[in-house]
């Protein structure tokens, strides 16, 4: 998550879903440490990160990657 903020990567798509991206990464891992949620609902955040937005910002990254 830093390299791609510290290089502008995957800015366009990142903008508009990007932050409940992060909120449901801090928010996930914050249940995971603390023990409110097991090890294993890390799969599910996986599946809910990729198919709210995180695919296609994957998908633009590699792009832009790709292209320098």
Same mark, same amino acid.
């Given at each position: 998550?830093?390299?791609v903020r510290s290089?502008g990567l995957g800015? $366009?798509?990142?903008? +508009?879903?990007?932050? &409940?991206?992060?909120?449901?990464?801090?928010?996930?891992?914050?249940k995971i440490i603390? &023990? $409110?949620?097991?090890? =294993?609902?890390? =799969?599910?955040? $996986?599946?809910?990160?990729?198919?709210?937005?995180? =695919? +296609?910002?994957?998908?633009?990254? +590699?792009?832009? $990657? =790709? &292209?320098?």
């Open positions: 998550r830093d390299l290089r800015d $366009v798509y990142k903008r +508009q879903v990007g932050t &409940n991206l992060e909120k449901l990464e801090d928010e996930t891992m914050l603390t &023990n $409110v949620e097991p090890v =294993d609902s890390f =799969d599910e955040y $996986v599946e809910t990160w990729k198919s709210t937005g995180g =695919d +296609q910002i994957t998908k633009e990254v +590699q792009e832009e $990657v =790709d &292209n320098k």
